[in-house]
């Protein structure tokens, strides 16, 4: 068990070996295995009720229109995210930093002509708008001393050490991306996976079945998930990876060519910067039998918590995500509640398409409501 300083120390630790871009040794890589599990464990009490209540936020006990569910899942993951990281609550705040960060999503990858109207100069705004209320938190926060018990206290409290390898511009470029990355791809995942499981009611059934296991095994149905029961949920990461799969949230990896290497005749020179398209791997019929289906059972007796040459979805390499973990509690608490205390049916949307993001231009409207208790 951590106390809340040894969780934001462990955060703090994973984030600046990702940041800094430096290939971590054999031991660093167990440590961060290790590490995101266990903040992952921890995280999954503290977590817990910032879901429940915004699945019941969606309800409040009666069947009603969600407009654009993408929408409430973005709100309700940015506002748990925001909160843990800089203590900023978009509703109290009321500096549109999530609206920011959409703007410079919607235009990370187009042609920059930085003019009024177009996609590039929404994003190069956005950016500078997010970065500013960032900004500002940081130095309030670095000239009061008033602790909050977040990320952010962890972040100063380093960068104020003698020799700190990062200053002010490198600490809030940190929580720009650090944020950023929090949210965007746990959001369209659950997005993406709250369509596919209505249209398969065979992969809900298998869903409400482990998950009412889970619950009928309590002697407190009341008592909340534990990380025993969260490793459990075998059909669930099955669910996960295949959502992903077809997700392709993060369209593009990069990586630096360490040494000379040859390559079906061709030859990629040291220092070459390779772009890799994991759609290209995830959507191959050579790879995947009928590559478009969704179909969770495919994954069954695989390795469910690796990447690897064909399955590259929470990266690949020395770099793999050091946030995948976390990233998947947060699907499977969210599938756990949904799918054992509410009913829904999607009434229109649900098509996607990239820019380069996942988004849904028609949104997924859904009507939701609580299960009655027998």
Same mark, same amino acid.
């Given at each position: 068990?951590?106390?809340?300083s040894?969780?934001?120390s462990?955060l703090?630790?994973?984030?600046?070996?990702?940041?800094n871009?430096?290939t971590?040794?054999?031991?660093?890589?167990y440590?961060?295995?290790?590490?995101?599990?266990?903040?992952s464990?921890?995280l999954?009490?503290?977590?817990l009720p910032?879901?429940?209540?915004?699945?019941?936020h969606?309800?409040?006990?009666?069947?009603q229109?969600?407009?654009?569910?993408?929408?409430?899942?973005y709100?309700?993951?940015?506002?748990?995210?925001?909160?843990?990281?800089?203590s900023?609550?978009?509703?109290?705040?009321?500096?549109?930093?999530?609206d920011?960060?959409?703007?410079?999503?919607?235009?990370?990858?187009?042609?920059?002509?930085n003019i009024?109207?177009?996609?590039?100069?929404?994003c190069?705004?956005g950016?500078?708008n997010?970065i500013?209320?960032?900004?500002?938190?940081?130095?309030?926060r670095?000239?009061s001393k008033?602790p909050?018990?977040?990320?952010l206290?962890?972040?100063i409290e380093?960068?104020?050490?003698?020799? +700190? @390898?990062?200053?002010?511009?490198? /600490? *809030?470029?940190? %929580?720009?991306?650090?944020? &950023?990355? +929090? @949210?965007?791809?746990?959001?369209? /995942? *659950?997005?993406? %996976?709250?369509k596919f499981i &209505?249209?398969?009611?065979?992969v809900?059934e298998?869903?409400?079945?482990?998950?009412?296991?889970?619950l009928?095994?309590?002697k407190?149905?009341?008592s909340?998930?534990?990380?025993?029961?969260?490793?459990?949920?075998?059909?669930?990461h099955?669910v996960?990876?295949?959502?992903v799969?077809l997700?392709?949230?993060?369209?593009?990896?990069?990586?630096?060519v360490?040494k000379e290497a040859?390559?079906?005749?061709y030859?990629?020179?040291k220092?070459?910067?390779?772009l890799?398209a994991?759609?290209v791997v995830?959507?191959?019929?050579?790879?995947?039998?009928?590559?478009?289906?969704?179909?969770p059972w495919?994954?069954?007796?695989?390795?469910?918590?690796?990447?690897?040459?064909?399955?590259?979805?929470?990266?690949?390499?020395?770099r793999?995500?050091?946030?995948?973990?976390?990233?998947?509690l947060?699907?499977?608490i969210?599938?756990?509640?949904f799918?054992?205390?509410?009913?829904?049916?999607v009434t229109k949307?649900g098509?996607?398409?990239r820019?380069?993001?996942?988004?849904?231009p028609n949104?997924?409207h859904?009507?939701?409501a609580e299960?009655?208790?027998?």
């Amino acid at each position: 068990m951590f106390s809340k300083s040894e969780e934001q120390s462990i955060l703090y630790g994973l984030v600046t070996v990702s940041v800094n871009g430096r290939t971590p040794s054999a031991k660093a890589n167990y440590l961060l295995v290790q590490w995101g599990c266990q903040l992952s464990e921890k995280l999954s009490n503290s977590y817990l009720p910032t879901k429940r209540m915004m699945l019941l936020h969606f309800s409040k006990g009666e069947l009603q229109d969600m407009d654009r569910c993408s929408e409430q899942v973005y709100l309700m993951i940015f506002e748990s995210f925001a909160k843990r990281l800089i203590s900023y609550e978009e509703k109290k705040d009321r500096k549109k930093l999530l609206d920011n960060y959409k703007a410079f999503m919607n235009g990370l990858i187009s042609l920059p002509v930085n003019i009024p109207g177009t996609a590039f100069h929404a994003c190069v705004q956005g950016s500078k708008n997010a970065i500013k209320v960032i900004t500002d938190i940081y130095h309030e926060r670095k000239a009061s001393k008033i602790p909050h018990n977040d990320f952010l206290d962890r972040l100063i409290e380093e960068e104020e050490k003698e020799n +700190a @390898f990062m200053d002010d511009g490198v /600490a *809030i470029n940190m %929580l720009f991306l650090l944020l &950023f990355g +929090a @949210f965007e791809s746990t959001s369209e /995942a *659950i997005t993406l %996976l709250t369509k596919f499981i &209505f249209d398969h009611p065979e992969v809900l059934e298998e869903l409400t079945k482990e998950h009412e296991a889970i619950l009928k095994s309590r002697k407190n149905q009341e008592s909340g998930l534990t990380w025993q029961e969260y490793k459990s949920m075998n059909f669930t990461h099955m669910v996960i990876n295949e959502t992903v799969r077809l997700a392709n949230i993060a369209p593009l990896i990069f990586r630096k060519v360490g040494k000379e290497a040859e390559m079906k005749g061709y030859t990629i020179p040291k220092g070459w910067i390779v772009l890799v398209a994991p759609a290209v791997v995830h959507l191959n019929p050579e790879k995947y039998e009928n590559p478009l289906e969704f179909n969770p059972w495919r994954w069954k007796e695989q390795d469910l918590h690796s990447g690897s040459k064909t399955f590259m979805a929470w990266g690949s390499g020395t770099r793999l995500c050091v946030g995948a973990d976390f990233a998947k509690l947060q699907i499977a608490i969210f599938i756990h509640h949904f799918v054992t205390k509410y009913r829904w049916s999607v009434t229109k949307g649900g098509d996607f398409i990239r820019r380069p993001s996942l988004i849904f231009p028609n949104g997924i409207h859904i009507k939701i409501a609580e299960k009655q208790k027998c």
